[in-house]
């Protein structure tokens, strides 16, 4: 009887987990996605200051999740997710416009598929 509630318990756990990293993934990713569009539609209307606090508010709140994320998905995603991310922010900061446009939307891209690759779909698990 005990091995009975010990695999349960273990069951629960386990499924519990897994759901949180599915929210905390999901929603994560769509916000910052969100953000870096915002910065984009601004980098479009020439106002580079208002670019500036969107894309940072985005990369500070991609570093707050981005550790807890690690726990779920493989460091390679979040690494490669972290360096489009800077190299976005050095070139806002640096001022090349083109460069910054090209490196946000690629981050937008990795966002995108990471957050796809959280949804239980046949091709996900195959």
Request: hydrophobic share 40%.
């Given at each position: 009887?005990?091995?009975?509630?010990?695999?349960?318990?273990?069951?629960?756990?386990?499924?519990?987990?897994?759901?949180?990293?599915?929210?905390?993934?999901?929603?994560?990713?769509?916000?910052?996605?969100?953000?870096?569009?915002?910065?984009?539609?601004?980098?479009?209307?020439?106002?580079?200051?208002?670019?500036?606090?969107c894309t940072?508010?985005?990369f500070d709140?991609?570093?707050?999740?981005?550790?807890?994320?690690?726990?779920?998905?493989?460091?390679?995603?979040?690494d490669r997710?972290?360096?489009?991310?800077?190299?976005?922010?050095?070139?806002?900061?640096?001022?090349?416009?083109?460069?910054?446009?090209?490196?946000?939307?690629?981050?937008?891209?990795?966002?995108?598929?990471?957050?796809?690759?959280?949804?239980?779909?046949?091709?996900?698990?195959?």
């Amino acid at each position: 009887m005990n091995r009975i509630k010990g695999t349960i318990l273990i069951l629960v756990v386990t499924i519990t987990t897994v759901f949180c990293g599915f929210i905390l993934t999901t929603r994560t990713t769509s916000s910052i996605s969100h953000q870096l569009a915002l910065a984009l539609e601004q980098a479009q209307q020439g106002d580079n200051n208002q670019t500036i606090v969107c894309t940072d508010a985005a990369f500070d709140d991609w570093t707050r999740y981005s550790a807890a994320m690690m726990v779920f998905i493989s460091h390679d995603r979040i690494d490669r997710i972290d360096e489009a991310f800077n190299n976005a922010r050095n070139y806002l900061h640096a001022g090349n416009m083109q460069q910054f446009h090209i490196e946000c939307r690629r981050t937008r891209l990795l966002l995108d598929h990471l957050n796809k690759m959280e949804y239980p779909t046949i091709d996900n698990i195959i």
